[in-house]
């Protein structure tokens, strides 16, 4: 739905998800789906992750403020960079405020339709 | 900050400026400024640009109705921001 952010909107959806980094870009936009199924908003995407990853990601977008130095140190121990946490991270954030937004403007078109 | 990349792993450019408004400021930089500095293209960039047209730009509403707007998002995310 085009509108006077919509540029920017992108500008930000496009930065996180493709900027090259330590996770592929097919991850990210999994995992800000995955977060976007959490908040009600369904994407074509999968919301297939790695199994190590699951937890964390759901832990994230659902209870972001429960999230403790032993989650990000899990990860480390998994393989996983701090590249890859914050990339993984902001594509949760993503996939739950976009979402949120998504629902609001949804509600504003529903009441003024 | 959990990461010590975003903690301190930004260019020598991002350190100074990042010094530069501690200094100023004579408060510690919040974590969220760090993360804005730290790999701009992949959040930081897009996200000031975002914030700036949302809380400044042309807008029926005013700049503090939306910094209200945006406080009261943030106290009922638990965020300090």
């Known amino acids: 739905m085009p509108d006077r952010y919509s540029t920017l909107r992108q500008s930000l959806i496009d930065g996180v998800l493709t900027t090259p980094g330590d996770t592929t870009p097919d991850l990210r936009r999994r995992v800000e789906a995955r977060a976007a199924q959490h908040a009600g908003i369904e994407r074509q995407e999968s919301t297939e992750v790695p199994v190590e990853l699951a937890g964390y990601l759901d832990k994230t977008a659902l209870h972001a403020y429960k999230v403790m130095d032993e989650d990000i140190q899990a990860l480390k121990d998994k393989g996983y960079s701090e590249d890859a946490i914050l990339e993984l991270t902001l594509s949760v954030a993503l996939g739950s405020g976009m979402s949120r937004l998504e629902r609001g403007l949804a509600a504003l078109k529903g009441a003024t339709s | ?81």
């Not at chain 2, 900050?1 to 400026?17: A, Y």
């Not at chain 2, 100023?24 to 640009?49: H, T």
């Not at chain 2, 949302?54 to 943030?74: D, I, K, M």
């Open chain 2, 1 to 81: 900050m959990r990461l010590r990349n975003v903690e301190n792993g930004h260019t020598w450019q991002k350190k100074l400026k990042l010094w530069f408004i501690q200094f100023v400021s004579r408060r510690k930089n919040p974590d969220v400024l760090r993360l804005v500095f730290y790999r701009p293209e992949l959040f930081g960039q897009a996200f000031s640009q975002g914030l700036q047209a949302l809380l400044r730009g042309p807008s029926e509403w005013s700049v503090a109705e939306r910094e209200l707007f945006a406080s009261f998002v943030s106290r009922q995310n638990q965020c300090d921001f």
